[in-house]
């Protein structure tokens, strides 16, 4: 037993490279035997390192989140003005900014109530109950309990529920696909491996890792980790401390700043310039009051919740299912998609591509478990019945197997390894369906690499089939077959034939397996390896890969042609990686493929330098994943991430839209994203690049919209002070304007179809400003032709005589009209309306807002909310009119413009 008394010398937390280390000073070091702890030390170590779970961190409460949304400037300027409109004793003021505010501030809340799912996630991948040695008996305990120093027993089907260094093994093999990205059950073993402690964790082939599942054979491992000091526990303060801000709220952000400052600057330079000519300071309040109203869109956020619904739902359609709103406008600005690639970019299904047999190379058509597909020679289909060497390789593809073919709701899967599934799928392709009796067995080791198995023909016939590496198989086999079944023997030639034929699979990143027999077994009932070796006919040879997914190509394609890099993020080896991208057209002769241990060795700032050659990144683990991402940002990217895997997690939280595959995706994954692919096809992502980006634009059409309102707002106001004249609109019209008229407006338009060119242009630049400066001076265009409209009216009725209700509302009328006809301008910034298809929804609007109108002038109760009084209908058309000529004005402009560029184009 091991001294009770004293801490072990490493513990969980240390970063010691436990699989350097002999299981003998693994043990050693954490002052346990293989007998285990006892019960009084297991408890000793358990109150001073914590139970073996995953930490949550606390998030912010639910009156914070709701807090959070007054921190926007242009709020706390309507705040301002609505504490002055309560001094002013301008009660219907008040009630109606109060009203606005707290509007706002109820969308924002219910629009920040996300679920927090990744944690909660990895915390149900871990294993509720374990078995462990304690002082030398087996017992079952909560997972919680497993402390560093615990003997943990491995079976097959078992969860892992801690970090483990395994110190014995038989056939052990587990699954670390969602952990790791390696597509194949990894073989363990108990042996310690040589180097300086940077390893990635595919390569620690004597490690168990927490969550990954076992899939066959048993084995023990002692704990040298637990809780969140696990690898999966990293992965868990990673999700928790990454980056969420989008890019649209990021600009969102930036455009309420540099506006709110704007605006506290026209409102101090107006009431310091309307005192100095004299107005009473009481009236210049009132009328700051009105100007902070008129300058302030507050129609924005909720439009801009409007133009994400509608994202989520169009995406949805397309199979795109939206979790963060801001991730619509966000995909459509992305510059970099870093992709996973095992069950992303590829099937997640090992496919027999080829088969050597003799000197012959054949290729097997079809990809994936469905067993539909031809096997050809030179182009020309051959059978089994044809070739009987092939069925040898097909009886032995089937036989030598312990993987289940089926069927399940019209798709194709495989129960067990994925490798023995490409083989059974291979035999259905030759349709080799022969049952034959299976008498003994030799399982397969990762010390031997090859397995076999002695079956019974139906006639009665013993033969042994076999499986494994070919530098194992080759030394045992004493003759081959050809295609047409004569068995010949081997010479110099003939073997190194077949190992060039196995270097040219491998340097196609073809996993390669040899198949053999042994016929006219003579000793029944029994199977050996010395048997075996001398006796076997080598059929063939076969190589298989996790093929592409043909959907992915044109997909990666129509990325690259928007402008947009897609680059390989995964934990599979170099080579096979390599070969799936140059398929995929990811890798091309100016880019480069980095590995983990190329990562290891660069700084932050060398990476930097690096990240945009490189296309493809192998072997790599969950930080490593971080770094390139983090590096893409610094570099000015807005990255997207696909994955489906734990080891995924961090990269989705911390990418600017983390996009997680819906089918084969863990619940970590799918927590952490901010989209989820319904069909896990990568195709998809460029069916919602596309609608992001037709929403990314429609964003900024609504945003330079109702900023073009508020710039005409401000003008009007600042110039009514500045020509002495008293306001054309009170406070409660602006409002009425900027939330009623304008509102009809600004939804319509996020319902713009996009534009022809969407998936052949770049991503707009990340450092654009929501408007930019060309859309600047377009807004300002608009905006203060808006003013200098409505003051024109305003000052002519009254120079007319006509009393100021009077007056203001034919101003009202004609400022409202101008938002009408303005929003058909925006519509597009480059194309005159008739080069565009109709939207019936701005049309409705249209007749919505004539109504809207109509009601605000003539109806009685309106009249006193707002202060208008009727006027003559030709008044009414003569506004509609003078609404109606900023658009004329603007579509002439487009029409002249888009006729140079064309003659510039042409002469070019």
């Known amino acids: 037993m091991p ?42 170590r358990l109150a001073t390192h914590g139970p073996n779970q995953l930490a949550v961190k606390r998030g912010r409460s639910r009156l914070a989140i709701f807090l959070e949304q007054f921190k926007s400037p242009l709020i706390l300027i309507l705040l301002a003005a609505a504490v002055i409109a309560f001094f002013m004793e301008k009660g219907l003021d008040v009630y109606v900014i109060l009203a606005i505010v707290f509007i706002n501030a109820t969308l924002g809340y219910v629009l920040e109530q996300r679920a927090a799912g990744a944690i909660a996630a990895l915390q149900r991948l871990t294993s509720s109950r ?40 038989s056939e052990l093999a587990i699954a670390e696909a969602e952990l790791t990205g390696e597509s194949l059950p990894v073989p363990k073993d108990s042996k310690a491996i040589e180097g300086e402690g940077h390893l990635p964790l ?61 605006v506290v600057m026209i409102i101090g330079t107006v009431l310091a310039l309307g005192v100095a000519l004299g107005h009473p300071f009481a009236e210049m309040f009132y009328v700051a009051i009105s100007l902070a109203v008129a300058a302030i869109p507050e129609g924005l956020p909720i439009v801009v919740s409007v133009l994400f619904a509608i994202g989520v739902t169009r995406m949805a359609r397309r199979k795109a299912m939206i979790r963060r709103l801001p991730a619509v406008e966000g995909l459509g600005s992305a510059t970099i998609i870093c992709s996973d690639k095992t069950g992303t970019l590829t099937r997640n299904a090992m496919t027999v591509e080829q088969i050597s047999m003799g000197s012959q190379i054949l290729a097997v058509e079809g990809a994936g478990y469905e067993p539909s597909g031809r096997v050809l020679a030179n182009g020309i289909p051959v059978t089994a019945e044809q070739a009987r060497g092939l069925r040898w390789l097909a009886a032995c593809a089937r036989l030598c197997n312990d993987s289940i073919l089926e069927q399940v709701d019209g798709e194709w899967r495989v129960l067990g390894d994925p490798t023995e599934g490409a083989l059974r799928v291979l035999s259905e392709k030759l349709q080799f369906h022969e049952e034959w009796d299976r008498i003994d067995e030799i399982p397969f080791s990762s010390e031997r690499k090859w397995m076999a198995t002695l079956n019974r023909a139906p006639d009665g016939e013993l033969v042994a089939f076999t499986k494994g590496a070919l530098e194992r198989l080759l030394p045992m086999a004493s003759h081959y077959q050809a295609i047409d079944g004569t068995i010949l023997e081997f010479d110099e030639a003939a073997r190194a034939s077949l190992l060039n034929a196995g270097h040219g699979m491998a340097e196609q990143a073809l996993r390669t397996l040899a198949l053999g027999v042994v016929r006219a077994v003579d000793h029944p009932g029994v199977l050996s390896a010395d048997y075996v070796h001398g006796r076997l006919v080598l059929v063939g040879l076969v190589g298989m890969i996790d093929p592409p997914r043909p959907e992915a190509i044109p997909a990666v394609r129509a990325c690259q042609t928007a402008g947009i890099r897609v680059a390989m993020i995964t934990g599979d080896h170099r080579a096979t990686a390599a070969a799936i991208a140059r398929q995929l057209g990811i890798l091309r002769e100016r880019h480069i493929v980095m590995e983990a241990a190329d990562l290891e060795k660069m700084t932050d700032d060398e990476l930097e330098n690096v990240v945009q050659r490189a296309a493809v990144y192998a072997r790599v683990n969950p930080s490593h994943k971080m770094r390139i991402v983090k590096a893409l940002q610094r570099k000015g990217a807005i990255v997207a991430m696909t994955g489906d895997g734990v080891n995924d ?7 600017d839209i983390g996009i997680a595959m819906g089918i084969t995706g863990t619940e970590v994954a799918k927590g952490a994203a901010d989209m989820v692919l319904a069909d896990d096809n990568f195709a998809t992502i460029v069916a919602a690049v596309e609608e992001g980006r037709a929403i990314s634009d429609n964003l900024r059409k609504v945003a330079e919209y109702l900023t073009a309102t508020c710039v005409g707002n401000i003008a009007m106001v600042a110039g009514s002070i500045v020509l002495g004249l008293p306001l054309p609109l009170t406070a409660v019209m602006l409002l009425w304007i900027n939330l009623v008229a304008t509102g009809v407006f600004d939804k319509p338009l996020a319902l713009e179809q996009g534009d022809p060119d969407l998936m052949t242009r770049p991503p707009r630049p990340p450092g654009d400003p929501l408007i930019t400066r060309a859309a600047f001076v377009r807004v300002m265009c608009m905006g203060l032709g808006m003013a200098a409209g409505t003051l024109a009216i305003f000052a002519w009725e009254l120079s007319m005589g006509t009393p100021i209700e009077h007056a203001r509302t034919e101003a009202f009328t004609v400022n409202a009209t101008f938002q009408a006809f303005s929003a058909f301008a925006f519509r597009s910034a480059e194309r005159p309306l008739y080069q565009l298809p109709p939207n019936r929804w701005l049309f409705g609007a249209a007749l919505i807002a004539f109504f809207i109108q109509l009601l605000a002038v003539y109806w009685e109760p ?13 008044e009414f058309a003569m506004a509609a009119a003078e609404g109606l000529s900023l658009l004329v004005a603007a579509e002439i402009y487009k029409v002249v413009r888009w006729r140079f560029r064309r003659l510039e184009k042409t002469e070019a």
């Open 202 to 262: 595919g390569d620690q082939v004597n490690m168990a890792f927490m969550s990954t599942a076992v899939v066959s054979g048993r084995g023990r491992a002692v704990v040298v980790a637990t809780g969140m000091d696990t690898e999966v526990g990293k992965i868990t303060s990673d999700v928790a401390e990454a980056s969420t801000e989008t890019p649209v709220q990021r600009k969102l952000a930036d455009f309420g700043r540099r506006l709110g400052i704007i």
């Open 130 to 169: 374990a078995r462990v040695m304690r002082a030398g008996r087996v017992e079952e305990i909560p997972a919680s309990e497993v402390v560093a120093g615990d003997i943990l027993l491995l079976e097959s089907g078992d969860r892992v529920a801690a970090d483990a260094r395994i110190i014995h093994a």
């Open 649 to 655: 997690a961090p990269a989705l939280s911390q990418a």
């Open 862 to 874: 309106l009249q006193l909310l707002l202060g208008t009084v009727p006027i003559a209908a030709w």
């Open 3 to 44: 001294s009770q008394h004293r801490t072990p010398h490493h513990s969980a937390s240390t970063n010691t490279p436990w699989f350097t280390l002999p299981p003998d000073a693994v043990l050693s070091s954490l002052d346990t035997t293989e007998s285990g702890l006892d019960f009084k030390e297991s408890r000793r």
